[in-house]
């Protein structure tokens, strides 16, 4: 054959995959999780790469490469979908915080996540992610529940001074503003250092301290809880827009279906609270002047410390967050 000729006959074959019925190739997207893999924060997202996968077979599908810290490092998982190694992740903002600082702003959603979707906060989120991190915001899950201090030593005022209090970016400011010691550590490294004295007490949600069998070495948990939790769902953009209009849609309504059953995160952390006091953790509940000094203090570290970082957008994400 001439080279024309092949080149005739390698368009053909070209066109004809494209164009016939019931060929069309099916994408497969990367996904890991910010989270060891079956931990309770990767849970959710292991549901959606489920649903993803049913609904979507043949067309596109989720292959769950796994958690962090096996299969990349906790706090490059961010990075990684950024630069297309990874193509879709399951992540607290305060893992990739390196990459997209507004993220800080999730924790501070006061408003149901619905009204987000009317009220253009979804939107700005996505023209956030998208300008910082190459990703779409497709959404988030495990909102509709709170963080904790615990600690191994007790305390009867909201003051952490003297103590090294093992943080995500989620709680900086709130540990340095009542006077302790900020130590950044990814979960999986928390047991060891509670063991060791390496610190005093940890930032955490109300569930899931039992994955990683920390009720072992913790004493309190102070209450009042703070902020709200979140793990967001993103997909690469350039991932996403080579995706056909049906590929998309099946990541967008899977994530509504997941978002809707949301609900049920904050009788899961009731729950979880009931067996934190099985386990024999004490509650460290302050009396109400200091407790709103605590909430005070967190609120105000936090939104202080958000719009210092971003003066573009982090007064409009307060408006649209905040009640
Ligand atoms: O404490 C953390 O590591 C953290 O920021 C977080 C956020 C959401 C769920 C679980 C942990």
New binding site residues.
């Given amino acids: 054959m001439t080279s024309t000729k092949i080149r005739i006959a390698t368009i053909g074959v070209m066109l004809a995959t494209l164009c016939t019925p019931g060929v069309a190739q099916e994408t497969t997207l990367r996904g890991v999780s910010c989270?060891p893999e079956g931990t309770?924060?990767s849970q959710r997202f292991e549901n959606y790469i489920e649903k993803v996968n049913e609904r979507g077979e043949g067309l596109i599908k989720i292959d769950y490469l796994g958690g962090a810290p096996k299969v990349m490092a906790t706090l490059e998982v961010g990075k990684n979908l950024k630069d297309g190694i990874v193509d879709i992740i399951g992540c607290?903002?305060?893992?990739y915080l390196n990459v997209v600082p507004e993220a800080d702003s999730l924790?501070m959603i006061e408003v149901p996540v619905s009204e987000l979707r009317q009220n253009g906060g979804m939107a700005l989120l996505d023209e956030i992610h998208l300008e910082k991190m190459n990703a779409h915001y497709l959404g988030l899950v495990?909102s509709h529940a709170q963080?904790h201090i615990y600690l191994t030593k007790e305390i009867d005022k909201p003051d952490l001074s003297g103590l090294k209090i093992?943080?995500?970016?989620?709680?900086r400011k709130l540990v340095e503003a009542l006077g302790g010691t900020a130590v950044t550590a990814?979960?999986s490294d928390v047991y060891t250092m509670l063991e060791r004295g390496t610190v005093d007490g940890?930032?955490?949600?109300s569930?899931?301290i039992f994955d990683f069998s920390w009720e072992d070495v913790i004493k309190y948990r102070v209450d009042p809880g703070f902020y709200q939790?979140?793990?967001n769902i993103l997909v690469g953009k350039d991932v996403w827009s080579r995706l056909t209009e049906e590929q998309q849609a099946i990541l967008n309504d899977v994530m509504l279906e997941l978002e809707a059953e949301d609900a049920k995160e904050a009788e899961y952390a009731t729950e979880q609270k009931e067996m934190q006091a099985e386990a024999g953790i004490e509650v460290i509940e302050f009396a109400s002047d200091a407790k709103a000094v605590f909430l005070e203090t967190a609120y105000n570290a936090a939104w202080d410390d958000i719009i210092e970082k971003s003066p573009e957008y982090g007064p409009r994400l307060k408006e649209l967050f905040s009640k």
Avoid: C, D, M, Q
């Avoid at 607290?92 to 893992?95: K, M």
């Avoid at 093992?166 to 709680?171: A, G, K, M």
């Avoid at 940890?202 to 949600?205: F, Y």
């Fill in positions: 989270f309770y924060y607290t903002l305060g893992f924790k495990n963080f093992r943080v995500s970016s989620v709680y990814p979960p940890l930032g955490w949600p569930a899931g939790t979140e793990i």
